[in-house]
């Protein structure tokens, strides 16, 4: 994203909860032939609307969520878990309206049954107008507005009315139609509903063509300056007036797993779009952030940590240092905060990753400088480095956290600092900010630093002699 500060997200819509049901099947039942389902555990996650807005705060949003939910106990557990996620709810409680409710039957890694318990009337003329009521107050503020529609009753007439204007209104809709009147600055349809709504019947044989051919008419429909068709494991194509629509790609995945990425693709987009990236922008961090979730069971949400690693350039985390410097200019232009770190790393060891993992949650991009085998030679004396520097910075490459890392053959990483500019230069080890020579610098450049905690008896040195001592 192009900055820094924390956007404020509006989430309206139709929130649930999803409950995935692990069970095992060991026997057929006497009744029928069907499978007795024997329940091993239960995981509860906020579904539809309240998932959005869940993904909105792991991507660094600050976000309040309106809807409405049954005085039943379903209703609560969904409040309470948003609540520990972070989420401001503001749901109108209605008497007698049952909370929508999806249950999952998963076996040996199968969805084998699903059953849902929902109210899809329109609501109250009283809970709308509470709704209403708070709706007013909570869009003024906001620098985003995400409307999901699915048909949960929510939306009346007068609730879409109220969001004509609002400052930049994404929309998820089952049906994009109705939303015209409001102008929203995007819609996200997926294909079947974009099908529905140009009033077509049969399945093209090229959908990507199909969807292009109808762009301009897409447009006219939605009245939306962006209309993102998403395609399932053939990715979006978002389309805009005058420019050719623009695809982004996915990885497939089972169906099942799929669960939420919807609401996952809607939050960064979103985002994206209100901290100042183009709409390809947007729906490049789309399509990574949906990558992310539909690679774990149930229903998840994407960080922003994990979010900046699926957007990592695709050249590879081992940069040399000229060209590192250039793809650190465009994390900066994004808004993202570079945290970079030095050592040897002959033998990686557990006070290595320990710190490594402190480093990487400080900051959006974590760059690790190894030094090269000639400068650990100087600095550990003969026989070292144990392994060659190539080999060091491929391990380090693996490692989650790690988002670069380069060689440097100095005794210091001073000039490679002079080239990077960190925003955060960290160390670990049994330090203090005055003992590193380097810190000079870093602050003079306008950055801060900080030292880690320290593992005792787990240092490279350490190990490298316990193994010496052996018989």
């Not at 708070?134 to 009753?153: I, N, S, T």
């Not at 623009?246 to 960064?268: C, L, W």
């Not at 070292?384 to 380069?406: F, G, K, Q």
């Amino acid at each position: 994203m192009a900055t820094d500060r924390t956007i404020s997200a509006v989430v309206v819509g139709d929130v649930m909860l999803d409950s995935w049901l692990r069970c095992s099947a060991k026997r057929l039942a006497q009744e029928a032939p069907v499978p007795v389902m024997s329940l091993e555990a239960t995981e509860e996650a906020p579904g539809g609307a309240a998932n959005t807005a869940a993904n909105l705060v792991a991507l660094g949003a600050r976000v309040r969520l309106l809807g409405a939910v049954g005085d039943d106990a379903c209703g609560d557990k969904l409040v309470q878990s948003l609540h520990l996620l972070g989420v401001e709810t503001d749901l109108v409680t209605v008497p007698g309206r049952r909370t929508a409710h999806k249950r999952r039957l998963v076996s040996g890694g199968q969805l084998t049954a699903r059953y849902d318990e929902e109210d899809l009337d329109m609501l109250s003329e009283q809970a709308e107008r509470e709704l209403l009521g708070r709706l007013g107050e909570a869009v003024r503020g906001a620098d985003v507005v995400v409307a999901c529609d699915y048909g949960g009753g929510v939306f009346t007439p007068a609730v879409r009315r109220a969001l004509a204007g609002s400052p930049l209104l994404v929309v998820d809709a089952h049906a994009v139609a109705p939303w015209g009147e409001c102008a929203p600055a995007a819609v996200l349809p997926n294909y079947a509903e974009v099908v529905r709504l140009l009033g077509d019947t049969g399945e093209p044989a090229d959908r990507l063509a199909y969807l292009t051919a109808r762009s301009d008419r897409l447009m006219e429909l939605t009245r939306a300056a962006i209309v993102v068709t998403t395609l399932d494991g053939e990715g979006t194509l978002l389309h805009r007036r005058g420019r050719p629509p623009y695809r982004t790609y996915a990885r497939p995945a089972p169906q099942h797993m799929a669960t939420g990425a919807g609401d996952t693709y809607t939050a960064a987009f979103a985002l994206w779009l209100a901290g100042g990236a183009s709409p390809e922008e947007a729906a490049e961090a789309g399509q990574a952030a949906a990558g992310v979730v539909v690679r774990r069971p149930g229903t998840a949400v994407c960080t922003r940590h994990e979010l900046l690693r699926a957007l990592r350039s695709p050249e590879g985390a081992v940069q040399p240092a000229e060209r590192l410097a250039q793809l650190l200019d465009g994390h900066r232009r994004r808004g993202e905060r570079v945290v970079f770190t030095n050592g040897c790393f002959d033998v990686l060891h557990r006070g290595h990753v320990t710190y490594l993992e402190q480093a990487g949650r400080l900051g959006d991009v974590l760059v690790v400088a190894v030094n090269s085998d000639a400068s650990v030679a100087r600095l550990k004396g003969p026989g070292r480095p144990l392994n060659p520097c190539e080999d060091r910075m491929s391990v380090l490459a693996a490692l989650n956290d790690v988002d670069y890392v380069t060689e440097f053959d100095e005794d210091t990483p001073e000039r490679l600092l002079r080239m990077i500019r960190p925003e955060l230069y960290v160390k670990g080890g049994d330090y203090t900010a005055e003992m590193l020579p380097e810190a000079p610098l870093v602050r003079s450049l306008g950055g801060e630093v900080r030292v880690l905690g320290y593992l005792s008896d787990h240092s490279t040195t350490a190990i490298i002699g316990r193994m010496r001592s052996l018989p």
